[in-house]
């Protein structure tokens, strides 16, 4: 602590001190220079989350206690302070985290010196024998039974249900962590569960061991920073880490299952070798002195899996797989006003099964950023600024693939610019960008080029507070948001080839419209958006899209909301005689609570299909009704339980097809039980 001087707030919980000690201040006190305080343990000789810190003083004087502070983690806690008796009593506002936390006791003197009481290392334990030890789950449970019905195609059984249970729980001491999480999964029809074997199912799991700086891990996770190799691949596997100290540098190493797994099978998921990715990832902070100024990462792994479509999608069992690495560094410098991040992977990949005859083929890529941020505290007009600008470049080549990356998109060159605008309200967002593929320039295929340019802009007008400091009400229009993007897609063949020729392919315009308008008890919006798709090949149709949508949320009271909604939609076919075809979809929600727990909901809905030469003319309409009643509120350990009556009708009318006509209802009684337990 190295302010010398109290401030007012201190003063003020100094006065508080000062006036509680007048009552309890014994006859004689300790000499204001020689004495020492002590701390309390607990009656369970352990300190709880929330747990009153109690630090017992000696007989002094009240001079001396309206000049003591203390401070709880380097937080001045003194204005939570209270005498109780010779005893300084504080409770933190928040419950603080299991481990170790330091108090520590300090007295001002008149000549505006630092005296240290008292510092202590306080410990925050679940139990003498736990630092930390709790479970804690949330359980839905959903049960239906359809009470009437009318013209039904194949319907399921009448009694349905399903749940679900997310579990969750850690134990730790001294020095180790162990914790868990895992989602539960019921439901009375078994086709819908991921294995469609049986009524109840395992989800996601993770389970986590943590002593000094190793940690192992089983279970899904994602272990390596987003790369050009490896790009949100969470799987079901195995990893073990090993970081310094101060976790400037870490390394860790995997085996994960090349496919998502899901259900109460395959274990951990290595033990195929055939369909399982090993690896390793590294990262390390390079500069002591300032963490966020550099990042440096390396991964490299092998593996199989499937082939390209799937064992599932086509019955392929053909494994396919490779190995790929990828090093980046990430930095930010000039006061963190220029990022700079760079990217090289390489891959070798056996496209037609591993060991199957064909080599594999080598690839590599590469990808590029640089935005530069030139103020962090830049005022215009009385209004921070914030603009940025950038470029990134990347290349993919056309034969990179890695088996931790089954989604991304290989054989693309890229270059893009882009800039922003805060200000006053103000949000503008533009990029450009240019992109072709063939990057390897294969003699047989063509090459493509396309061009996006996107701006966007979004405003909403800042309240500024009127002459008493106050911020007024909104005005008639309410408090408003307005945005405007723009779209604009050319793609063009820059090289032929014996099934495309050279020229213009396709354009795609799109500019889209918005507001909408807060207000204290309601708020309304309008969007209109108008596509244009134009095939310059006349491969396919050009088409014109016209849309309007409206929506508004409205509440009556404390008791009646509503919600109407409606959307237009009109597309016009130009290479089939101006053919139109209109879409048309109306709503309407209402919803009216009695009373706390007792409520009712109506939603109404119409949809229309029309296209003008008569080949299409359907009309739904959907109807659903809710009463529901909160029968139990869920309060610690007790469940909570809610019922309901629910009826659903549907009609269709299909003026061109009449076997499409539909008229049914449903009606259910439901009862919903939640639970969320915590030991």
Known sequence: MTNNKVPSARLLARACLLALSIVAAPSRAAPASDWQPSLITPPAGVFGPS???????PQLPTDTLQHLALELDDIDVTSLVSMQGNQVAVTPTQPLAWGQHQLRLVEYTADGGIIERGVWTLEVRQSTHFREAGMKANVTLNG???????????????????????????????????????DVLYNSQAMLLPRQKQEADLGTFLLTGNAGPVT????????????????????????????????????????????????????????????????????AHPISSDRDALLVSATYLSGEGPNQVGVAASGDPTATGGHAGSLSADGNMLDKRLRLRGEYAATQFDF????????????????????????????????????????????????????????????????RGFAS????????????????????????????????????????????????????PPSWYGQPTYNMTYVNVDQGVEKASATLTSGALHATRNLSLSASFNYPTWN???????????????????????????????????????GPNAQFNHVTNKDNNNLDSDTTTMGLNLGYAFTQRLSANLNYNLNHQHVKDGSSDLKTKDTTGNLSWLAQPAQGLKPGVTLALEGLYHRADDRVIASNNVNNYQVFVKAAVSWQPGY
Do not use: C
């Open 352 to 415: 037609d099964g591993v060991d199957a005859g064909n080599p594999a083929q080598h690839d590599h890529a590469y990808a590029a950023l640089a935005q530069l941020t030139p103020w962090h505290d830049k005022i215009v007009g009385g209004q921070p600024m914030v603009v940025s600008v950038g470029a990134e470049n990347r290349r993919i080549g056309t034969f990179f693939r890695s088996p931790a990356n089954p989604t991304g998109v290989a054989d693309r060159q890229a270059t």
């Open 216 to 283: 192992v891990s089983a279970g899904h996770q994602a272990v390596a920073p987003d790369s050009l190799i490896m790009q949100g691949f969470n799987r079901r596997g195995v990893s073990a880490s090993l970081a310094s100290p101060d976790t400037s540098a870490a390394i860790t190493g995997f085996e994960l299952h090349t496919q998502d797994i899901v259900g109460a099978q395959q274990g951990f998921g290595i033990g195929d070798s055939s369909n399982r990715v090993d690896g390793i990832t590294a990262t």
């Open 524 to 562: 309304w919006s309008v969007a209109h958006t108008l596509g244009k798709d134009d095939d310059l090949k006349n491969i396919g149709p050009d088409t014109e899209n016209d849309l309007t949508q409206l929506t508004a949320n409205l509440r009556f009271g404390d008791k009646l909301t509503l």
């Open 51 to 57: 747990e009153t810190i109690r630090i017992k003083l």
């Open 421 to 472: 605008l805060d200000w006053h309200g103000l949000n503008a967002q533009f990029s450009l960008g240019h992109e072709t593929d063939n990057v390897d320039d294969l003699t047989l295929l063509p090459r493509t080029e396309t061009t996006q340019g996107i701006l966007s802009l979004t405003y909403t007008p800042l309240q500024m507070p009127g002459p008493d400091g106050q911020i007024p």
């Open 144 to 182: 239906t039974y359809r009470v009437a019905d009318n013209h039904l195609v194949n319907p399921p059984g009448n009694a349905q249900s399903n749940g679900a249970a997310h579990v969750e729980g850690a134990i730790a001491d001294n020095g180790w962590r162990v914790s868990g999480s895992a």
